[in-house]
T-cell receptor
Framework: EPEVTQTPSHQVTQMGQEVILRCVPI?????FYWYRQILGQKVEFLVS????????KSEIFDDQFSVERPDGSNFTLKIRSTKLEDSAMYFC?????????????FGPGTRLTVT | AQTVTQSQPEMSVQEAETVTLSCTYD???????LFWYKQPPSRQMILVIR??????QNATENRFSVNFQKAAKSFSLKISDSQLGDTAMYFC???????????FGTGTSLTVIP
Protein backbone atom coordinates (compact mmCIF):
# COMPACT_ATOMS: atom_id res chain seq x y z
CA GLU A 1 0.00 0.00 0.00
CA PRO A 2 1.37 3.46 -0.87
CA GLU A 3 2.72 5.47 2.03
CA VAL A 4 3.85 8.99 2.71
CA THR A 5 7.52 9.00 3.66
CA GLN A 6 9.51 11.62 5.53
CA THR A 7 13.21 12.20 5.97
CA PRO A 8 15.05 12.47 8.22
CA SER A 9 13.31 10.76 11.09
CA HIS A 10 15.20 12.94 13.55
CA GLN A 11 16.97 16.24 12.90
CA VAL A 12 19.04 18.12 15.44
CA THR A 13 19.98 21.69 14.62
CA GLN A 14 21.35 24.73 16.36
CA MET A 15 19.23 27.78 16.98
CA GLY A 16 19.40 30.20 14.06
CA GLN A 17 20.21 27.53 11.50
CA GLU A 18 18.08 26.74 8.48
CA VAL A 19 16.49 23.32 8.30
CA ILE A 20 14.66 21.54 5.49
CA LEU A 21 12.28 18.72 6.23
CA ARG A 22 11.46 16.43 3.34
CA CYS A 23 8.36 14.49 2.44
CA VAL A 24 7.44 12.25 -0.44
CA PRO A 25 3.64 12.23 -0.76
CA ILE A 26 1.68 9.42 -2.36
CA UNK A 27 2.27 9.68 -6.09
CA UNK A 28 -1.23 10.44 -7.41
CA UNK A 29 -2.10 12.86 -4.61
CA UNK A 30 -2.56 16.52 -5.38
CA UNK A 31 -2.94 18.16 -1.97
CA PHE A 32 -0.13 18.35 0.55
CA TYR A 33 -0.02 19.41 4.17
CA TRP A 34 2.32 20.04 7.04
CA TYR A 35 1.37 19.69 10.69
CA ARG A 36 3.44 19.92 13.82
CA GLN A 37 3.13 18.57 17.33
CA ILE A 38 5.07 20.12 20.16
CA LEU A 39 5.72 17.51 22.83
CA GLY A 40 2.65 17.00 24.99
CA GLN A 41 0.52 19.33 22.92
CA LYS A 42 -1.97 19.02 20.07
CA VAL A 43 -1.15 18.29 16.49
CA GLU A 44 -1.47 21.68 14.78
CA PHE A 45 -2.09 22.52 11.16
CA LEU A 46 0.62 24.58 9.50
CA VAL A 47 -0.10 24.77 5.78
CA SER A 48 -1.80 23.16 2.83
CA UNK A 49 -0.45 23.26 -0.72
CA UNK A 50 -2.05 22.65 -4.07
CA UNK A 51 -1.07 23.37 -7.65
CA UNK A 52 2.29 24.76 -6.59
CA UNK A 53 0.92 27.31 -4.21
CA UNK A 54 -0.22 27.62 -0.64
CA UNK A 55 -3.99 27.20 -0.33
CA UNK A 56 -4.32 27.68 3.42
CA LYS A 57 -1.99 28.45 6.26
CA SER A 58 -2.31 28.90 9.98
CA GLU A 59 -1.04 31.77 12.08
CA ILE A 60 1.87 29.56 13.10
CA PHE A 61 3.11 29.56 9.51
CA ASP A 62 4.90 32.89 9.54
CA ASP A 63 7.67 34.28 7.33
CA GLN A 64 10.17 31.90 8.87
CA PHE A 65 8.42 29.00 7.16
CA SER A 66 8.19 28.14 3.49
CA VAL A 67 7.08 25.14 1.48
CA GLU A 68 8.08 23.92 -1.91
CA ARG A 69 7.51 21.08 -4.31
CA PRO A 70 10.86 21.25 -6.05
CA ASP A 71 10.74 18.27 -8.36
CA GLY A 72 7.27 16.80 -8.66
CA SER A 73 7.81 14.16 -6.01
CA ASN A 74 9.25 15.85 -2.92
CA PHE A 75 7.38 18.31 -0.74
CA THR A 76 9.59 20.29 1.61
CA LEU A 77 9.15 22.48 4.66
CA LYS A 78 11.92 24.99 5.27
CA ILE A 79 12.45 26.85 8.51
CA ARG A 80 14.82 29.72 7.81
CA SER A 81 16.18 30.53 11.25
CA THR A 82 15.17 27.96 13.78
CA LYS A 83 14.13 28.88 17.30
CA LEU A 84 14.01 26.71 20.39
CA GLU A 85 10.22 26.69 20.21
CA ASP A 86 10.34 25.10 16.75
CA SER A 87 11.32 21.84 18.43
CA ALA A 88 8.46 19.49 17.59
CA MET A 89 7.39 16.51 15.56
CA TYR A 90 6.53 17.59 12.02
CA PHE A 91 4.05 15.53 10.05
CA CYS A 92 3.53 15.64 6.32
CA UNK A 93 0.24 14.47 4.79
CA UNK A 94 -1.26 14.18 1.35
CA UNK A 95 -4.71 13.66 -0.11
CA UNK A 96 -6.01 12.83 -3.52
CA UNK A 97 -8.42 15.70 -3.97
CA UNK A 98 -10.03 18.60 -2.18
CA UNK A 99 -13.42 16.93 -1.95
CA UNK A 100 -11.87 13.99 -0.17
CA UNK A 101 -9.31 16.02 1.72
CA UNK A 102 -10.43 14.30 4.86
CA UNK A 103 -8.70 11.22 3.52
CA UNK A 104 -5.31 12.58 4.38
CA UNK A 105 -2.51 10.07 4.62
CA PHE A 106 0.15 10.96 7.13
CA GLY A 107 3.85 10.31 7.14
CA PRO A 108 5.70 8.96 10.20
CA GLY A 109 6.99 12.39 11.13
CA THR A 110 10.33 14.12 11.57
CA ARG A 111 11.38 14.96 15.08
CA LEU A 112 13.12 18.34 15.03
CA THR A 113 15.26 19.26 18.01
CA VAL A 114 16.60 22.80 18.15
CA THR A 115 19.43 23.32 20.63
CA ALA B 1 -12.85 28.47 16.20
CA GLN B 2 -12.80 24.71 16.45
CA THR B 3 -11.39 22.89 19.47
CA VAL B 4 -11.02 19.21 20.26
CA THR B 5 -10.50 17.92 23.78
CA GLN B 6 -9.32 14.49 24.85
CA SER B 7 -9.39 14.35 28.63
CA GLN B 8 -7.65 10.98 29.05
CA PRO B 9 -3.90 11.27 28.40
CA GLU B 10 -3.30 7.58 29.12
CA MET B 11 -5.44 4.47 29.32
CA SER B 12 -4.86 0.77 29.56
CA VAL B 13 -7.04 -2.23 28.87
CA GLN B 14 -6.69 -5.96 29.27
CA GLU B 15 -6.41 -7.93 26.05
CA ALA B 16 -9.85 -9.03 24.75
CA GLU B 17 -11.63 -6.43 26.89
CA THR B 18 -13.48 -3.32 25.71
CA VAL B 19 -12.26 0.23 26.18
CA THR B 20 -13.80 3.62 25.42
CA LEU B 21 -11.78 6.71 24.59
CA SER B 22 -13.44 10.08 25.11
CA CYS B 23 -13.46 13.11 22.88
CA THR B 24 -15.41 16.34 23.00
CA TYR B 25 -15.31 19.19 20.54
CA ASP B 26 -16.60 22.67 20.10
CA UNK B 27 -17.74 24.27 16.88
CA UNK B 28 -20.37 26.60 15.53
CA UNK B 29 -20.47 24.71 12.24
CA UNK B 30 -23.55 22.64 11.44
CA UNK B 31 -21.85 20.20 9.11
CA UNK B 32 -18.45 18.69 9.71
CA UNK B 33 -16.49 15.47 9.94
CA LEU B 34 -15.07 13.72 12.96
CA PHE B 35 -12.24 11.21 12.96
CA TRP B 36 -10.23 8.90 15.11
CA TYR B 37 -6.63 8.37 14.06
CA LYS B 38 -4.28 5.77 15.47
CA GLN B 39 -0.53 6.26 15.68
CA PRO B 40 1.41 3.13 16.67
CA PRO B 41 4.88 3.69 18.15
CA SER B 42 7.23 5.11 15.50
CA ARG B 43 4.64 4.64 12.76
CA GLN B 44 2.34 6.75 10.65
CA MET B 45 -1.00 8.04 11.81
CA ILE B 46 -3.68 5.94 10.18
CA LEU B 47 -7.39 6.57 9.96
CA VAL B 48 -9.44 4.32 12.24
CA ILE B 49 -12.94 5.60 11.71
CA ARG B 50 -14.82 8.60 10.31
CA UNK B 51 -18.22 10.10 11.09
CA UNK B 52 -20.13 12.67 9.07
CA UNK B 53 -22.03 15.00 11.38
CA UNK B 54 -25.20 14.90 9.28
CA UNK B 55 -25.45 11.12 9.75
CA UNK B 56 -27.25 10.09 12.90
CA GLN B 57 -26.11 6.50 12.70
CA ASN B 58 -22.89 5.79 14.55
CA ALA B 59 -20.01 4.65 12.36
CA THR B 60 -18.59 1.16 12.82
CA GLU B 61 -15.43 -0.44 11.46
CA ASN B 62 -15.01 -4.01 12.63
CA ARG B 63 -14.00 -3.83 16.31
CA PHE B 64 -14.09 -0.03 16.33
CA SER B 65 -17.27 1.96 16.81
CA VAL B 66 -18.15 5.47 17.83
CA ASN B 67 -20.78 7.01 20.04
CA PHE B 68 -21.57 10.31 18.34
CA GLN B 69 -23.70 12.67 20.42
CA LYS B 70 -24.09 15.78 18.27
CA ALA B 71 -26.01 17.85 20.80
CA ALA B 72 -23.46 17.11 23.48
CA LYS B 73 -20.58 17.52 20.99
CA SER B 74 -19.17 14.20 22.07
CA PHE B 75 -17.45 11.61 19.90
CA SER B 76 -16.12 8.62 21.83
CA LEU B 77 -14.34 5.60 20.37
CA LYS B 78 -15.09 2.10 21.58
CA ILE B 79 -12.61 -0.67 20.89
CA SER B 80 -14.02 -4.14 21.43
CA ASP B 81 -11.99 -7.31 21.90
CA SER B 82 -8.80 -5.27 22.36
CA GLN B 83 -5.68 -6.69 20.75
CA LEU B 84 -2.01 -6.08 21.46
CA GLY B 85 -1.73 -4.31 18.10
CA ASP B 86 -4.20 -1.71 19.29
CA THR B 87 -1.49 -0.25 21.53
CA ALA B 88 -0.99 3.23 20.11
CA MET B 89 -1.67 6.90 20.52
CA TYR B 90 -5.23 7.73 19.48
CA PHE B 91 -6.10 11.16 18.19
CA CYS B 92 -9.58 12.57 17.83
CA UNK B 93 -9.85 15.09 14.99
CA UNK B 94 -12.33 17.49 13.47
CA UNK B 95 -12.68 18.93 9.98
CA UNK B 96 -15.23 21.42 8.70
CA UNK B 97 -17.08 20.49 5.55
CA UNK B 98 -15.50 23.40 3.68
CA UNK B 99 -11.99 23.28 5.04
CA UNK B 100 -9.08 20.96 4.41
CA UNK B 101 -7.27 21.15 7.70
CA UNK B 102 -7.65 18.94 10.72
CA UNK B 103 -8.07 20.12 14.27
CA PHE B 104 -6.63 17.50 16.58
CA GLY B 105 -6.94 16.67 20.23
CA THR B 106 -3.87 16.05 22.38
CA GLY B 107 -4.22 12.30 22.06
CA THR B 108 -4.82 9.34 24.36
CA SER B 109 -2.06 6.79 24.79
CA LEU B 110 -3.66 3.35 24.93
CA THR B 111 -1.79 0.31 26.17
CA VAL B 112 -3.25 -3.16 25.72
CA ILE B 113 -2.00 -5.46 28.45
CA PRO B 114 -1.52 -9.15 27.67
Amino acid sequence: EPEVTQTPSHQVTQMGQEVILRCVPISNHLYFYWYRQILGQKVEFLVSFYNNEISEKSEIFDDQFSVERPDGSNFTLKIRSTKLEDSAMYFCASSEAKLTSYEQYFGPGTRLTVT
Amino acid sequence: AQTVTQSQPEMSVQEAETVTLSCTYDTSESNYYLFWYKQPPSRQMILVIRQEAYKQQNATENRFSVNFQKAAKSFSLKISDSQLGDTAMYFCAFMTSTGNQFYFGTGTSLTVIP
